[in-house]
């Protein structure tokens, strides 16, 4: 409600449940809140959304796993009593926590995160003719993806060339007993995600100018955002568990009797230890964004409306890698970009509006293409791997019709981008983790057209349907290094993907949708289809069309008491029951054996996917009050 021009909601919500596959729960705390003083004129805004979040992952199947006969996606329940049991070699006790499925138990396996936003949307009138609108605003996130790291010992203080110790960076370690038994020969398994916190403050401020015919705006987006990614070791508990899933207390330090080392390249000679936690990464980002953009709409008449617009980007990032004796410890990147686009429109009568319109667009590449990295099991090395920006060019041309019975909207669209991006997950090898990470590959030149429609109907006896589709043709124009990020044999040689598709884009996608309301009763029913796509840049591994079902059935009470319209609801997921794939995980250059453009024999690794969930339901309450 309304108290002298101030409004404001609060909300609380609690989530626990078990994981749908195998062991596991999932737990959720999330709190809104908004508040608002003031007229349609002139109002202040706050709002404010916090979220505490430790859920379980799931096994990302590969397509061999899946088509198993009996398959079950689930991480090992328990620990193999070789983890906690020492073992004997040649007359030497060690414990060796990496063997038997140690990296697949299920408490290693967890995404916990918590995250906070604060915003101050706000609308001022500064005269009859100009408005002004800022959005200051303020974004925190904390977590991780879980993961687990096994670190061996070395007793031989002489032997700096041995593969068996273990690497903090760039630097060698010796000499450290991490498993309480006689000697140095054991290997222990840590807690080793790998964290993010981030800080991202900026402000949005808008100017609107109403002249007659013409509707200008100016204005400016500036943020600085802090981006800070570790990797601590942190010593698990006494049955193999995670005392902090978050990973902020008991983190490993080196001790005093610890024998540090440069590298190789320098010498191997031996230097004082640092004193800080040990880190399989440390990275901090520092990234300055500032945009300006002007635009006008102009209505040229009652029936034709032409809009312009152009922003102009800078962004400056800094990154310092802080791993010990890190080949590129300080790198920075600057990139610019000129941003126009354009809009038409014509009203054909109160029913039929047509309208085309061209775009651009811009991105940077990701910080950690430009960080290096180490093995933590053997200090292997790789290499800044930098990107040049992503530019897109987007054309569309439609038409929409909004009638008494029903609305439809159809559009074709074609766009070209150059550098174009894409983000994938794929096994963190280079750290000796078994975790994944996110990895960022430079397609080339791509081509992307289709078409989108929709049709909707008026409410109708109380139903309503909705049927929604995409049509989606995409062709990569330039052949991929056979290495990179992904490194998938010769560095030196080529895939030949050019006239291939981009794999996670299904050509065909479809909604149908209806729904019921009396204002007491109300259903809904949803189909969506999604065809199939392919899962390798060389599509030479697909995965298949997939579709689902999803219903809903509730009742919605006249007000009783303090409670207005209070209403329950049953939701059900795949009604079907339907096992299926859903989405590809860990996109891969190619799948098999692949003969390169320079006649190298380029070897391939399987894609991985997400499974879908069977069949399940949530009843919901609610009420106003």
Known sequence: GEVNKFSAYLSYSNLMKDNWAGPGTDNRSHVDFKAKWGDKDNAIRFAAIYNYAVNGNYVAPKLSDFNTTGYNPAWNPTLASTFFNAQTKNGVSYIDQSANGTANYYKYRINPFQNLILSAPSNFK?????????????WYGYGNGGSITS????????????????YWGNMKVQNVDLGGLKGLNDKIAFYNPSITETYRPGVINKFTFNLGDHQLVAGNWFEFARHRQTAPYVPLTADGGVE???????????????????????????????????????????????AVFVGDTWKIDKSWTLDLGVKQLWVHREMDNYLPFAADPNQTLDDTATLPQ??????????????????????SAPNFTQISSYSATSGAYTPINPLPPERGTVFEVGHRYQGKLFS??????????????????????????????????NVGRLVNYGINGEIGTRPMYNFRTYIGFELLQTRMLDNMQAGGKLGNGNINDFLPTAGKQLPGAPNVSLGVG??????????????????????????????????????????????????????????????TNARQLVGVNGLQ??????????????????????MGQGISGLVTFSTGF
């Open 408 to 441: 439809t909207s159809l559009s074709v669209f074609n766009g070209y981008f150059e550098n174009f991006q894409q983000s994938t997950n794929v096994i963190d090898t280079r750290s000796g983790s078994t975790g994944t990470v996110s990895e960022t590959v």
């Open 244 to 290: 902090d899933p978050f990973a902020g207390n008991n983190q490993f330090r080196l001790p005093a009797t610890a024998l540090c080392y440069t590298p190789a390249s320098t010498g191997a000679n031996q230097v004082t230890c640092p004193t800080g936690p040990m880190q399989r990464r440390d990275q901090l980002t520092q990234t300055t964004t500032n």
């Open 514 to 575: 209806l729904d019921y309301d009396d204002g007491h009763w109300f259903a809904n029913a949803q189909y969506k289809y999604i065809g199939a796509q392919f899962s390798t840049y060389m599509n030479d591994e697909v995965m298949q069309s997939f579709g689902r079902v999803d219903a809903g059935l509730g009742y919605r009470f006249s007000d009783v008491g303090y409670m207005k319209k209070p209403e329950i609801k049953l939701n059900l997921f795949n009604l």
């Open 342 to 363: 354009a809009a038409i429109s014509y009203k054909m009568d109160k029913e039929n509006k047509v309208f085309a319109s061209v775009g651009t667009t811009f991105r």
């Open 126 to 138: 500064v005269s009859e003719n100009v408005k002004f609108d800022t959005v200051p605003y303020f």
């Open 589 to 610: 250059t190619n799948a098999q054996t692949t003969t390169g453009t320079g006649g190298s024999s380029i070897s391939g690794n399987a894609p991985t996917y997400y």
């Open 151 to 166: 670190l061996s010992e070395q007793n031989d203080q002489t032997a700096k060339t041995l593969p068996t110790a273990f």
